[in-house]
C-alpha cells in the first residue's frame, strides 16, 4: 500500500522533462490527456480548494458524473468507486463523498467496482495513502456536478430560473411553490446534459454534510461480509474454470531442472502440466517461473504439485543468509556512508561534544501474509483477456496483463474482486500475470491460480530487512548538538532497475531524510546494501525502520539524561515551525509525491499529537511495578500520529498491552469510524512487528512457511484497548493519508515502554524472548 | 458418501482424503467458507460440523461422512443471527476475510456457553487470526452477542 512506482518508472523514462512540469511529462510518457482533468488550484469555485499530487499520477483524476453516477427510474442512485477495497474503507467512503454532495439519500445508493481503466476514472493505485488524499475533491466536485444537473434539469422541467430549485435529500424542491421531484423522475433528463465547468461548481458547506465527517455510515459489504457473500478473487468462480497451483523457485532467480510430469499427471483430477519461464532481475512485477499444475480443483491441483518432486537450480541468491547479511549489513553501517542530507558539521560536532551516544537498530524482513492469499483467474482468448483478481493496481495490472500478451490494453478487462487484507502485497500483479499465461496456454480456458499460505510467505516482496547506525553528540548543557544517522537496508527499486545497492531517495522520504529534529549538525547517510531477494512495499515502508531508530533514540538520550521522554522529545523536535530540507538534501525530498505547499513538515502538528497522546494517556500517571508507558511520533503519508503505549511485563518476561492511544492529524477527516479502524488495526500489525515479525533466509530461501513459524498477533495478546484521538480540523486542511501512518509509531513507542517497564532497551527486532533471557 | 450441508444432503465420490474446505469451496461454490492457511492455524475456514466448530481446512469428507456440516451461509435463514447482528452494530470488518470464520468460531462458542467469561472467549477466539487488527471489536461484538442470546 504504498509507492507509486509505475509514476517512477514514467519519471524515469521521462528524466529529460523537467520534473516540475509533472502533466506536460506524463502526456508525453503516456498520452494520458485525462491529466487535464486534474484540479490547479482555483479550477472550481471554492476558496478551500488545494492541489495535491493526484495530478501526477498515472490517469490523473477524473470527476465526470457520467462516469461515476448513474439514477434509475425507481431513485435508486449507483455511484461506482474507482479504488480497490482492501480492508480501508474507500469503497464506502468515497462513495459516501459523492452521495453527500449530491444530496442523494444513502440508504438508496448502490456502489458498483470500477474494472481497471485509468483513462476513463483517473488513477486506480490504492496504495500510498492516497484514496482519500487525492480523491476527496474530485469526489465532491462529482457529487456537487451531479446535483447541479438535477437541478437543471428541474429548472427546465418546470421552466423556472435556476434559482429558484434546490436539491434536497433525494429530491429538487422548487422553492416559491414547495412542489417537488424526485431524483429518479429527474434523471433521464439530468444524464442528457452537458457536465457542468468546474468553476461554475458550488460545494457544500461543512456544515450541510450529512454522511461527511460524521462516521455513522455502515461499510458498504457489512451485510455480504457478514454472511458469507462478499466474493474475493480466491472465491471467483467462472463457468468451465480449472484450478492451479504453480511450484516456484525456492531462491530468487533459480529455475527448475528436472520435474516428474507423468506423477503429476497421474493424480486424478490433473489436467496439464505447465512450465512458466522465468524472468531476469529487475523483473518488476514479473513471475519468476516454475512448473504449474492445472486440475479440476484445487486440492487435485495441490496434490498433484507434490508429486512433482522438482529439483531446482538455484542461482545466484542461494548464498542469502539472513544472520551473515546482518553482519554485512552492520559492517556497511560501521563505515562513513553516502550523504543524503547534511546540515552542519556533524564531524566537528562530534569531536566537540561532552558526550557522544551511539546505538544500532536492527529490524529483519518482514511480510504482509494478507489474509487471502493472492489468488487471480484469466480467460485469454481470441485475442483478448479478462481478469479476476484481488489487486491493488487494477490499471497498472491491465497494462502489465496487456504487455505480457502483446494485445492493446483496450483489450483488456481486469474485474477487481474485493481483496482479503492488501498492505502493498496486491501492488504487485505476478498472480495475475501468472493466471494471464496459464489460461494462454489452455487456449482460452479460464484458469484460477491459488496461492497457498507457504506459497505466499516464500514468494513475496519482502518489507526490507533494515540497519541503523545513530550517533549523537551532547554539549556541556545536555544539548543534542550532532545527529549522524546512517541506514542500509535494500532497495524496493532493485526490482525496476539495476540494484541501486541502497534506499532510493523515495525510502529515504519515509521517515529519514524528513526528520523534524531540532539538531544543528545533522547528516544522515545510507550505507551498501545489495538486494538478495524481492523487496516490496509494505504498509508505512521504510518509516518502520527509520521511527523504530530515531524514536528509540530519543528515548534512550532521554533515559541518559534522566530526562521525561515526551519532554525529551518535544524537545528534539523544536518548537512550531515549518521544516524543510530541500536544500539540505542531496537529491531530491520525496514528499510522498504531493505538493510541498500543500503539505509542508510542520513541527507544529507533529507536537500538537505528541501532546494530545500524551494527555488522553495519562502520561506521567504512577504505574505499577512492571508497568510502563512509552511514546513516539512519526509523519507519515503527510499525517501526523503519535501513540502512547502501555505495557505490562510480568516475571517471566510475557509483555501485555493494556492500553494504547493514539492522536492522528490527518487533516480534515471525512470517515472518523474507519480512522478508527485504521489506528486499531495498525496497533495489531505494530504489536505483530514488535513481537514477532521475522522472515529470515538460509541457502536463498524462506525459512518460513504458515503461521506456526511467521506468527502474526492473535487475539487477547494485547492492543485490546486502542483509542483513537482525531485532531479536528476543518475542510480547509487538506486530508492526508491514513491507511499506514498508524504502524510507525507503534513499535518504538511499545519497546520505549518495554523500557520504562523493565529497564531493559530492545534494539533488535522483533522481541521473541529477549525478556524471558 | 453423503455429508449433510446446509440442512441439504450432498454426495461425493472424490478423494476421501480431501479437505472439507475443498468440497466446500470447489464443488459446491459455498465460498463463505474461507482459504486461509490450509493447515488449521487461521480460523478462516471454520465451519459447523454436528453444531461444534471446525476446521474445514483440517477434516477430510471421510471424517465428515454422515455428519451434518453448516456453513456461514447457512448460520441463518436471514444474516440476523445474534453473532451477524452483533458484528454489524459494532462495525467490526475491515477487509472481511477473515470474518466469516470469526462469526462461525462465535457463533459455536455461544452454542455451548451462553455466558462466557471474557477469558473463555478470548480461548475460543485464539485460533482465529484477523490481520487486519479487528480483535477488540471482535471481542466486543462477541460480549454484545452473548447479552442478547443469555
Ligand atoms: S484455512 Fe483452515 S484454519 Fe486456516
Ligand atoms: S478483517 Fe481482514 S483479516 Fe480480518
Redesign the pocket.
Known sequence: MNVHIRNLEKRMRIENVSRRNMLKGIVSAGGLVVAAQIFPRGAFADENQYNTGAGGMPGGTVWDPHVFVSIAPDGTVTIVTHRSEMGTGSRTSLPMVVADEMEADWAKVKIVQAPGDETKYGNQDTDGSRSIRHFVQPMRACGAATRAMLEKAAALAWACPDTEVRAQNHKVIHVPSGKSLGYGELAAAAAKLPTPRANTLTLKDPSQFRYIGKGKVQITDMRDITMGKAMYAQDIRIDGMKYAVIARPPVVLGKAVKYDADAAMKVPGVVKVVAIAPTPMPAKFAPLGGVAVIANNTWAALRGREALNVQWEDGPNADYDSDKFKQAMADSAHKPGKIERNEGDVDAALAGAKKVIEHEYYIPHGHHATMEPPAATARVANGKAEVWACVQSPGGTRGDVAGLLGIPEADVTVNVTLLGGGFGRKSKCDFALEAAILSKDLGGTPVKVVWTREDDIRHGFYHSVSYQHVTAGLDANNKVVAWRHRSVSPSLMSNFMPDPKRESSLELGLGLIDTPFNVPNLRLETGEAVAKTRIGWFRSVNNIPHAFAMQSMVAELAAELGRDPKDFLLEMIGPARIVDPRSTVTSELWNYGDPWETYPIDTGRLRAVVERAAKEAGWGKKLPKGQGMGIAVQRSFLTYVASVVQVAVDKDGNVSVPRVDTAIDCGFCVNPERVASQIEGAAVMGLSIAKYTNITFKNGRVEQGNFNDYKVLRIGEGAMDVRTHIMPAGINVPSSGVGEPGVPPFAPAFFNAVYAATGKRIRNLPLGEQLSA | MEVKVNKQSRTFNGDPQMPL?WFLRDELGLTGT????????????TVHVDGKAV????VGMNEVAGKSVTTIEGLSADGNHPVQKAWRAENVPQCGYCQPGQIMQGAALLLENKKPSDEQILAAMSGNICRCGCYQRIFTAIKAAAKEVA
Not at chain 2, 34 to 45: D, N, Q, T
Not at chain 2, 55 to 58: H, L, N, S, V
Open positions: 474446505m474461507k482459504f486461509g492457511c490450509g493447515v488449521g492455524l487461521c480460523g478462516a475456514c476446521r474445514a481446512c483440517a
